[in-house]
């Protein structure tokens, strides 16, 4: 799984003049960028003018972000990029991945809660497992100490176990089970 975030920029003063920005900037790949005054710049190059016409942005496409609860019309880039940036996620595929699981799960106003709460340790408490919930019990299972002899592991629900053992704060996402914490 690739971390790049990529957008589209447009402005509300361009969109609405209909002119030759209408359609917004070239996709942007947030990952390039170490500051929001670099896709500023890179804007300008374009010829944006951000102290005029195209001062009030916004995202008109996006792509790399499961974030489907969030109408990104309504979203600043700038925004955007410094959440991404502070959580780590543009520079660390494990916290992108992370991050797509737990946007499965939970919305970008709880993603950007934490980040802003707890920046690239967000994900500190939030813990994937790959498989299914029989494969997620088992693991626990194993985590605890517990044996059983194996002729009746066999006679042993570990899917149950799963679902029993993370009903407080584990839930299934695409790709496997998630725990978030706290």
Not at 37 to 57: A, Q, V
Not at 149 to 165: K, M, S, T
Request: glycine share 8%; charged share 30%.
């Amino acid at each position: 799984m690739d971390n790049t975030v990529s957008v589209v920029i447009g402005s509300w003063g361009s969109y609405n003049e209909c002119n030759e920005r209408a359609l917004g900037s070239k996709w942007i790949k947030l990952n390039d960028y170490e500051s929001y005054e670099d896709i500023e710049e890179e804007l300008k190059n374009e010829g944006f003018e951000l102290e005029g016409i195209d001062e009030e942005l916004f995202i008109q496409d996006i792509e790399g972000l499961p974030a489907n609860d969030v109408n990104w019309d309504y979203m600043h880039p700038e925004r955007l990029f410094n959440v991404l940036k502070a959580s780590g996620v543009l520079d660390h595929k494990y916290q992108y991945k992370t991050m797509c699981a737990y946007l499965e799960v939970r919305s970008w106003n709880d993603f950007e809660d934490k980040v802003n709460t707890h920046e690239d340790r967000w994900d500190s408490d939030v813990y994937t497992y790959e498989g299914s919930w029989a494969d997620y019990g088992e693991e626990m299972f194993r985590n605890m100490g517990y044996n059983l002899p194996e002729h009746l592991e066999n006679f042993f629900d570990f899917e149950e176990y799963g679902r029993y053992i993370g009903s407080d704060y584990a839930e299934e996402y695409s790709e496997g089970i998630i725990e978030i914490v706290a």
